[in-house]
């Protein structure tokens, strides 16, 4: 997702949009499967279990102890996990854990058997949230806010669980809740539903600039800020201070040592020494993980002493407090050191330990939700009958996105924080906003910055600041959620994500996901399946190709789908890297046919194992006969010069071809600076290709490739290309260099190379 500039953001609110009502699904969808139905309350686990039988599947309700006569047909394919829903509780500090409990025990029950499957088409993780069917947008009666915890599993579940189709499912009142809930399971690719009577609704987010009424914080009044001493929330704390002169308030849960602590106000070689040692001489049988978390925390404990030092240098009126935000007495403490002057309140406290799911302890997953969910609900508890300008809930793209691998719980704290602040803001007498963050540059909760950024660009500190003070001092309700550029993805997310209709930058997410086309197998790093269906009704290219005299797909678009298809298998470590090129390819032009007026293909992507470096193979088939094949690279090459003058280029007679004005050039000018033949091609844009109204954005330059194969030599079906680099895709095309042997370069209008092609030819069957 494209934002304007790299390090900048995309502000975005969230809106509802109506949806068609869901198609009926085969009666036979889950035959054979076993499918485990948890949480919720009984009548409504009783509804979902008959659906289950009804469309040819087994309910199961425990997924440790009912008897398994022959584990390999009967193993889970699908989890209906009924959350909270029916729950007669109040929402309630703690009221989510047993649920949540349960969650846990069932994926890690199914984990061994979910990560092996590639089949994009089997397994299904349904959360079923109780908001009533707007899912927090609106207020709804018997609401239950904490159901969506588990709107963030679901939405993360896919980096970890590649080929699980989950699903979030806001159920409010319908006639049948189990009829429901299995056909929301089938009725397309969006993560998010909600239902409620015959509504069925999905959320829109909108790009927005604030627009709330002014709010003035002055040296009489006191920002507290939970989770404050350190990262990016002593940011927002300096920078409210330092522009408003108000009190700032921050705490977090370690109590500062005394001053006379050697290691609290070393510098940093000694502190350094001071580490070493701490290892060296650690207590014998003491683990290395347990003294390395030790020195962390002396590491922030320094940071926060640090900040809180540079605070009073630069005449800040910033005070630190040790509380803990899930106890009542802590906080109540924290609220009578902020005395009457209160004005604002920001939950900025969270808790991020990455690790996969089967790795981690019920207790650690529940107490990352803990710190978030049940910190805002004693806050707001502790706040009750206190008048204030704002209060503002810290939470993260994880939630409303979905979060990087091993971060199921953090996810689960961000939008279960969300919904409740939502929820919250519905009845509170002052604003109640929720703000969504992507990584900020070298600051917060994040553990790995490099992985991070594989995900998202992260933000810059100042951008970042900038628009938090924005928020501040604007009013406002609801969900904010901050953008920047996304990077890997998984196909599930991809396609089940909405976009803002009003955004201009949604083409490249929207090119992303028509490129990807169908998902049949996937599997991260190693295997991608897909398939892809050609119609006449939206490409109109078919009209400008011709296949021994029948419509066909071009050549050079069959390039675009392997380029796109390579670039989900990029290079598992270091920076995401883009596709720099093909090699080796060939196609049959022959079975470029599209007959009818339509073509199904299909595209298989695995890695090159015979490589010395990161390749990937792609081949293209139909009816299971391959007709295309290449090799994707990922380390860009210098541009060739482009040789060879021979006589100038013709246009060939053969069974494939384009209509004449789409690849026929003015005229061919030698080119004695080049060394080579030049011509002016006019590029062919999306909509020439594309009768859609947001087409998708084509990389390559499909009318001067095309002139190029026109002009190749020989008469076969098979079209080779022994190489094809990518130097500035995304400029804007203007000639086409060509030398004798069928190699060029297409370059702007200040000859800058923007692709080299290798030599190309039309040769022998393969």
């Excluded at 015959?198 to 002055?218: F, H, K, N, W, Y």
């Excluded at 086309?517 to 790093?525: A, D, E, H, L, T």
Aim: hydrophobic share 40%; charged share 25%; aromatic share 6%.
């Amino acid at each position: 997702m494209s934002a304007a500039a790299p390090g900048e953001i995309l502000r975005q609110t969230l809106t509802l949009c109506p949806l068609p009502p869901a198609p009926a699904p085969p009666e036979d969808v889950l035959d054979g499967r076993r499918v485990l139905v948890i949480n919720g309350s009984d009548p409504v686990r009783r509804s979902v279990c008959r659906a289950v039988c009804r469309y040819g599947g087994t309910p199961v309700t425990d997924p440790v102890t009912d008897p398994v006569t022959d584990p390999d047909a009967t193993r889970i394919k699908a989890i209906i996990d009924l959350t909270l829903h029916g729950d007669p509780e109040e929402t309630r500090p703690g009221a989510w854990r047993e649920p949540m409990r349960r969650t846990v025990a069932a994926l890690q029950h199914v984990y061994p058997d979910w990560v092996t499957e590639t089949d994009a088409r089997r397994l299904h993780y349904v959360a079923v949230t109780a908001m009533g069917g707007p899912m927090g947008l609106r207020p709804e009666q018997d609401s239950r806010p904490l159901s969506g915890i588990w709107a963030g599993i679901a939405k993360t579940l896919p980096r970890e669980l590649a080929a699980c189709q989950s699903r979030v499912i806001d159920l409010g009142p319908v006639a049948d809740p189990g009829e429901a809930i299995v056909r929301e399971m089938f009725a397309g690719d969006l993560l998010e539903v909600g239902l409620r009577y015959e509504e069925r609704l999905t959320i829109l987010p909108r790009q927005s600039a604030v627009d709330g009424a002014p709010i003035e914080m002055t040296p009489a009044d006191v920002l507290l800020l939970t989770g404050g001493g350190r990262g990016i929330g002593f940011e927002i704390a300096a920078e409210m201070a330092r522009g408003t002169g108000c009190r700032v308030i921050v705490s977090g849960r370690t109590r500062l040592p005394g001053e006379d602590t050697p290691w609290l106000t070393a510098g940093e070689d000694e502190f350094a020494e001071l580490a070493l040692r701490a290892y060296r001489e650690r207590e014998p049988g003491e683990p290395l993980p347990v003294v390395r978390r030790r020195i962390e925390g002396m590491r922030q404990v320094r940071e926060i002493y640090g900040n809180l030092r540079r605070a009073r240098e630069a005449g800040l009126r910033i005070d630190y407090h040790a509380a803990d935000v899930t106890r009542a007495e802590d906080l109540a403490a924290l609220l009578a050191a902020a005395g009457p002057g209160l004005s604002m309140v920001v939950h900025n406290a969270g808790v991020d330990a990455p690790t996969r799911l089967p790795r981690k302890t019920a207790e650690e997953f529940l107490r990352v939700i803990e710190v978030k969910v049940d910190g805002f609900l004693r806050l707001t508890e502790a706040l009750e009958g206190r008048p204030l300008r704002m209060l503002c809930a810290v939470g993260s793209l994880t939630g409303r996105y979905g979060g990087m691998i091993g971060q199921i719980d953090y996810a689960a704290a961000n939008e279960g924080l969300a919904r409740l602040a939502m929820w919250t803001g519905h009845s509170a007498g002052h604003p109640v906003k929720s703000l969504s963050w992507p990584t900020w540059h070298d600051l917060g909760l994040i553990t790995n910055l490099g992985a991070a950024s594989r995900y998202m660009t992260p933000i810059s500190v100042p951008t970042g600041v900038a628009a938090w003070r924005a928020e501040l001092a604007h009013a406002g309700s609801g969900e904010i959620g901050f953008v920047a550029d996304i990077g890997e993805i998984t196909p599930r997310q991809l396609c089940g994500i909405t976009l803002p209709s009003d955004w201009e930058g949604r083409t490249e997410l929207l090119t992303r996901r028509f490129l990807l086309g169908q998902v049949v197998r996937y599997g991260p790093g190693t295997l991608l399946e897909t398939e892809h269906r050609i119609d006449g009704e939206w490409a109109a290219f078919l009209d400008d190709v011709r296949v021994a005299g029948v419509r066909g797909v071009p050549i050079s678009l069959l390039l675009e789908y392997m380029l796109a298809g390579a670039s989900w298998l990029a290079p598992p470590l270091g920076p995401l890297l883009p596709v720099a090129g093909m090699r080796d390819v060939w196609v049959d032009a022959g079975a470029l046919a599209a007959g009818g007026g339509s073509a199904v293909f299909h595209r298989l992507v695995r890695p090159d194992p015979h490589s010395p470096d990161w390749q990937v193979r792609v081949e293209l088939s139909r009816d299971g006969r391959p007709f295309a094949r290449g090799t994707a690279v990922f380390q860009p090459e210098p541009p060739p010069s482009v040789i060879g003058r021979g006589g100038p280029p013709e246009r060939r007679a053969r069974d494939y071809l384009w209509r004449p004005f789409l690849t026929d050039v003015d005229s061919w000018t030698l080119d004695d600076q080049a060394g080579c033949w030049s011509a002016e091609v006019t590029r062919t844009r999306a909509s020439d290709l594309f009768t859609m109204t947001s087409p998708p954005r084509i990389t390559l330059p499909i009318a001067h490739l095309e002139a190029a194969i026109a002009t190749a030599a020989g008469r076969s079906e098979v079209w080779r290309l022994a190489s094809l680099d990518l130097h500035e895709p995304r400029g804007t095309p203007a000639r086409l260099l060509l030398g004798a042997d069928g190699a060029g370069q297409v370059v702007d209008a200040e000859r800058r190379p923007l692709v080299s092609i290798g030599r190309c030819r039309w040769d022998d069957q393969p």
